[in-house]
């Protein structure tokens, strides 16, 4: 272990040791998998049902430019762990990623999991006196190299890992249904449903904390990552209520995922019935975002795109923070967010001194939640995927109201005034050429400043072979 970690872990422990971890306040943090923007009630869907996010939002408070900070998966949820870009990470794609030994550039030789010297979140605060529960999918694990055992949740500061393993979704013989084949996760009976189970076991860790000892619950959940599978009665429910459904808003009408999301309701409502039964709700701080965008266009919200895209609909998700007394009720705020940040916004909400060092691309939220202390000046965010998936590989900024997206493969720009243009329809960059180039300039200076593994051209490029590298329509793989 790094000298440097070592300190940071000791200055810590003396923090509880000095002030204590009595008082501070419980953290559960949600973070749903392939989360489109339009998803939830409280972000405009009429067809998902989603009553009990719906009431978190109205007792708390809805970001409108919450971002994740990644189109796919292991990246995202890395930085949220580690406050760092993926960019600086080198940690850049989902794990084990597409080979593409054909195509036009060549993807750099990215890690697959987060290094040992990092603190991340949970080390943090478990170090700060927290106990710390992992549920759900981690997605973290380095496949087939020599030292994937040293990766699990476990070995980056949970006390407990129900559920993590090396999937980015359920894989287990009844997939979303019992049995699941998942640590420490009771395999349940037949019939059982997996976001049930593993609400079971979040809502025993409540039970086993609250009240001794300050907790991080950090649910991660499988859903509504596919395979698409839910309980029969909630599709058979939505598939009476598909039959008529007036789509005035081009939302998906599919029943499973639906059922889906009904059973996501239901667990964030169990939760938070949980804390209140244990009388920790007005202590605990709640939030819920989710990885990426959903698999989808029609759960962008009229958003561009969807996961694994380089447009809106990939990246903006749902954000929802409740603290009772703290946080505004019903309180909607447009400033941008993004996955690094949860770090050391939770620091500072526990009354934690910042670790700038660790999470070195994360502001605080905490003033534009609570209203105390100065609003973070932050009008810049950066994506850097150099990866074919559905999209061909990119950077992108996004600089107050503009976005600039530079496609690697042959320097192609796209620009857009998210203002006037939320759903990226004008491209602007032949028009604007000077913001354009401006914002080019930025991105480039960025990538310099994180370090970020570039692509360079393939020796082995076929013109011909196009399979898969990002050329293909919405939707196709
Ligand atoms: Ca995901």
């Given at each position: 272990m790094m000298i440097q970690k070592v300190g940071l872990l000791l200055f810590l422990a003396a923090t509880r040791l000095l002030c204590?971890?009595?008082g501070k306040p419980n953290i559960v943090f949600l973070l749903v998998d392939?989360?489109?923007?339009?998803?939830f009630g409280c972000y405009g869907a009429e067809f998902n049902e989603t009553p009990h996010i719906d009431k978190l939002a109205a007792e708390g408070m809805r970001f409108t430019n919450a971002y994740a900070a990644?189109?796919?998966c292991s990246p995202s949820r890395a930085a949220i762990l580690s406050g760092r870009y993926p960019a600086r990470l080198h940690l850049?794609?989902?794990?084990?990623g597409h080979n593409?030994?054909?195509?036009r550039l060549k993807i750099p030789d990215w890690k697959m999991k987060l290094d040992h010297e990092r603190v991340l979140l949970p080390e943090a605060l478990k170090e700060a006196g927290y106990a710390t529960g992992f549920f759900g999918k981690w997605h973290l694990l380095p496949i087939g190299?020599?030292?994937?055992?040293?990766?699990?949740p476990t070995d980056h500061g949970f006390d407990i890992n129900v559920g993590?393993?090396?999937?980015?979704q359920p894989k287990g013989p009844?997939?979303?249904?019992?049995?699941?084949?998942?640590?420490?996760?009771?395999?349940?009976?037949?019939?059982?449903?997996l976001t049930d189970k593993l609400t079971d076991a979040a809502v025993d860790f409540i039970g086993q904390n609250a009240g001794k000892k300050p907790f991080l619950l950090y649910f991660s959940y499988?859903?509504?990552?596919?395979?698409?599978m839910a309980p029969k009665n909630l599709v058979e429910k939505y598939e009476k209520k598909a039959?008529?459904?007036?789509n005035t808003k081009n939302e998906l009408l599919n029943p499973v995922r639906a059922g889906m999301v009904e059973c996501l309701d239901n667990s964030v409502g169990r939760l938070v019935a949980k804390l209140e039964e244990m009388g920790v709700a007005e202590n605990t701080i709640i939030v819920l975002t989710g990885?990426?965008?959903?698999?989808?266009?029609?759960?962008?919200?009229?958003?561009?795109?969807?996961?694994?895209?380089?447009?809106e609909g990939g990246v903006r998700e749902p954000l929802i923070a409740k603290w009772p007394g703290k946080i505004a009720k019903g309180a909607t705020r447009d400033e941008m967010v993004i996955g690094m940040d949860f770090y050391p916004t939770f620091l500072e909400l526990a009354g934690l001194k910042p670790l700038p060092e660790e999470h070195k691309d994360g502001i605080s939220i905490a003033p534009l939640l609570t209203g105390e202390g100065k609003a973070p000046e932050r009008d810049t965010l950066f994506w850097h995927y150099p990866h074919y998936h559905r999209t061909k590989p990119y950077g992108a900024i996004r600089d107050g109201n503009w976005k600039l997206i530079e496609f690697f493969e042959d320097g192609e720009l796209e620009l857009f005034d998210l203002k006037s243009d939320p759903a990226e329809r004008n491209n602007l960059a032949k028009e604007k050429p000077e913001t354009a180039a401006d914002l080019l300039a930025k991105l480039k200076t960025w990538r310099v400043s994180v370090n970020a593994q570039m692509m360079t051209p393939n020796p082995n490029y076929e013109p011909s072979n196009k399979k898969g590298t990002g050329k293909g329509k919405p939707g196709e793989k």
């Amino acid at each position: 272990m790094m000298i440097q970690k070592v300190g940071l872990l000791l200055f810590l422990a003396a923090t509880r040791l000095l002030c204590g971890a009595e008082g501070k306040p419980n953290i559960v943090f949600l973070l749903v998998d392939d989360l489109g923007w339009g998803d939830f009630g409280c972000y405009g869907a009429e067809f998902n049902e989603t009553p009990h996010i719906d009431k978190l939002a109205a007792e708390g408070m809805r970001f409108t430019n919450a971002y994740a900070a990644c189109t796919v998966c292991s990246p995202s949820r890395a930085a949220i762990l580690s406050g760092r870009y993926p960019a600086r990470l080198h940690l850049t794609d989902w794990i084990a990623g597409h080979n593409k030994p054909k195509a036009r550039l060549k993807i750099p030789d990215w890690k697959m999991k987060l290094d040992h010297e990092r603190v991340l979140l949970p080390e943090a605060l478990k170090e700060a006196g927290y106990a710390t529960g992992f549920f759900g999918k981690w997605h973290l694990l380095p496949i087939g190299q020599p030292d994937m055992q040293q990766h699990y949740p476990t070995d980056h500061g949970f006390d407990i890992n129900v559920g993590g393993r090396e999937w980015g979704q359920p894989k287990g013989p009844g997939k979303y249904f019992s049995p699941f084949g998942m640590p420490g996760l009771d395999d349940g009976k037949p019939g059982d449903y997996l976001t049930d189970k593993l609400t079971d076991a979040a809502v025993d860790f409540i039970g086993q904390n609250a009240g001794k000892k300050p907790f991080l619950l950090y649910f991660s959940y499988y859903t509504l990552h596919s395979p698409l599978m839910a309980p029969k009665n909630l599709v058979e429910k939505y598939e009476k209520k598909a039959k008529g459904f007036e789509n005035t808003k081009n939302e998906l009408l599919n029943p499973v995922r639906a059922g889906m999301v009904e059973c996501l309701d239901n667990s964030v409502g169990r939760l938070v019935a949980k804390l209140e039964e244990m009388g920790v709700a007005e202590n605990t701080i709640i939030v819920l975002t989710g990885d990426n965008g959903g698999d989808y266009q029609e759960t962008s919200g009229g958003l561009r795109d969807f996961k694994g895209w380089s447009h809106e609909g990939g990246v903006r998700e749902p954000l929802i923070a409740k603290w009772p007394g703290k946080i505004a009720k019903g309180a909607t705020r447009d400033e941008m967010v993004i996955g690094m940040d949860f770090y050391p916004t939770f620091l500072e909400l526990a009354g934690l001194k910042p670790l700038p060092e660790e999470h070195k691309d994360g502001i605080s939220i905490a003033p534009l939640l609570t209203g105390e202390g100065k609003a973070p000046e932050r009008d810049t965010l950066f994506w850097h995927y150099p990866h074919y998936h559905r999209t061909k590989p990119y950077g992108a900024i996004r600089d107050g109201n503009w976005k600039l997206i530079e496609f690697f493969e042959d320097g192609e720009l796209e620009l857009f005034d998210l203002k006037s243009d939320p759903a990226e329809r004008n491209n602007l960059a032949k028009e604007k050429p000077e913001t354009a180039a401006d914002l080019l300039a930025k991105l480039k200076t960025w990538r310099v400043s994180v370090n970020a593994q570039m692509m360079t051209p393939n020796p082995n490029y076929e013109p011909s072979n196009k399979k898969g590298t990002g050329k293909g329509k919405p939707g196709e793989k």
